[in-house]
């Protein structure tokens, strides 16, 4: 079974920073062997792509909405995935969730995470 677990969430003011980390696990889940991203979605609107980051050679892809504020790692010792996010806005507020997949910001996700909380208040 596998399991990606997101953490780091929380209430933040605007222009701030907050670090979301998502931790996998799993037996049948060869980690190096993933693509892995994040998504967002807020109160009312689809799901949408933020960051990805390639399973080998670590080339990452952003939403234009957070390039130069947001940078994805992923530390694959650990299975670990990490979304640095600064200088957020109020738009920034959603439900942020982990994938892990062959094509991530395609949308071809084989694993989501529960999400986690962002609030940036104004």
């Known amino acids: 079974q596998v399991q990606l677990v997101e953490s780091g969430g929380g209430l933040v003011q605007a222009g701030g920073s907050l670090r979301l980390s998502c931790a996998a696990s799993?037996?049948?889940?060869?980690?190096?062997?993933?693509?892995m991203g994040w998504f967002r979605q807020a109160p009312g609107k689809e799901r949408e792509f933020v960051a990805a980051i390639a399973r080998v050679g670590g080339n990452t892809n952003y939403a234009d909405s957070v390039k130069g504020r947001f940078t994805i790692s992923r530390d694959d010792s650990k299975k670990m995935v990490y979304l640095q996010m600064n200088s957020l806005r109020p738009e920034d507020t959603a439900v942020y969730y982990c994938?892990?997949?062959?094509?991530?910001?395609?949308?071809?996700?084989?694993?989501w995470g529960q999400g986690a909380q962002v609030t940036v208040s104004s």
């Open positions: 799993g037996r049948t889940f060869t980690f190096n062997h993933y693509a």
């Open positions: 994938a892990g997949g062959a094509l991530v910001e395609l949308g071809h996700v084989d694993y």
